[in-house]
Antibody
Framework: QVQLQESGPGLVKPSQTLSLTCTVSGGSISSGGYYWTWIRQTAGKGLEWIGHIYTSGSTKSNPSLDSRVTISVDTSKNQFSLKLNSVTAADTAVYFC??????????????????WGQGTLVTVSS | IRMTQSPSSLSASTGDRVTITCRASQDISTFLAWYQQKPGKAPKVLMYAASMLESGVPSRFSGSGSGTDFTLTISFLQSEDFASYYCLQYYDNPRTFGQGTKVEIK
């Protein structure tokens, strides 16, 4: 059973870079067909999709954050990572890593965030 | 794609029927899911394709809609259903969530 675990600093200073890692256990990150995803949750904006990296290595990120986001994968460590630069207090949030997969049930294809990490709180403050 | 969910919160009693609505800013067909989140936990998928129940989810949960208007109904609220609920469109990237509905005990 695949499990995800976020790790990284809980406190980041304004204008610096937020760096988080998600470790995948119980399965290989290189297994085909998955989007390894970062999602964050704030009290003000709710759940926000940050971006993902596909098994092939291609990435996509939210245009609202696009220029500040880098998502990468380290297959040797079975991890994927998020870097968000030039952070402000508005980036204070609980950050989740998740796996998005396309499933088919009853002939109906659908996408699901089927596995999530527990989430990690990152506070941006001096 | 903007997802507008209502109400933002509601108070209900065990046994009540509860309905939450979600409206998309454009046609998303039935590419909509509903998630439940309890405090301190990650969201968990309840419904997919607008009306299909995820495996293991009780049948008191149901969903409907297509295009831009969707509903999630809990037909007989149980104590374990007091939580927050979010709609999610997966029609296009970026994936977008509704603002959430907190279901509280009256």
């Amino acid at each position: 059973q695949v499990q995800l675990q976020e790790s990284g600093p809980g406190l980041v200073k304004p204008s610096q870079t937020l760096s988080l890692t998600c470790t995948v256990s119980g399965g290989s990150i290189s297994s085909g067909g998955y989007y390894w995803t970062w999602i964050r949750q704030t009290a003000g904006k709710g759940l926000e999709w940050i971006g993902h990296i596909y098994t092939s290595g291609s990435t996509k990120s939210n245009p609202s954050l696009d220029s500040r986001v880098t998502i990468s994968v380290d297959t040797s460590k079975n991890q994927f990572s998020l870097k968000l630069n030039s952070v402000t207090a508005a980036d204070t949030a609980v950050y989740f890593c998740a796996r998005e997969v396309t499933l088919v049930r009853g002939g109906t294809p659908y996408d699901s965030f089927d596995v999530w990490g527990q989430g990690t709180l990152v506070t941006v403050s001096s | 794609i903007r997802m507008t969910q209502s109400p933002s919160s509601l108070s209900a009693s065990t046994g009540d029927r509860v309905t939450i609505t979600c409206r998309a800013s454009q046609d998303i067909s039935t590419f909509l899911a509903w998630y439940q989140q309890k405090p301190g936990k990650a969201p968990k998928v309840l419904m997919y394709a607008a009306s299909m129940l995820e495996s293991g989810v009780p049948s008191r949960f149901s969903g409907s809609g297509s295009g831009t208007d969707f509903t999630l109904t809990i037909s007989f609220l149980q104590s374990e259903d007091f939580a927050s609920y979010y709609c999610l469109q997966y029609y296009d990237n970026p994936r977008t969530f509704g603002q959430g509905t907190k279901v509280e005990i009256k």
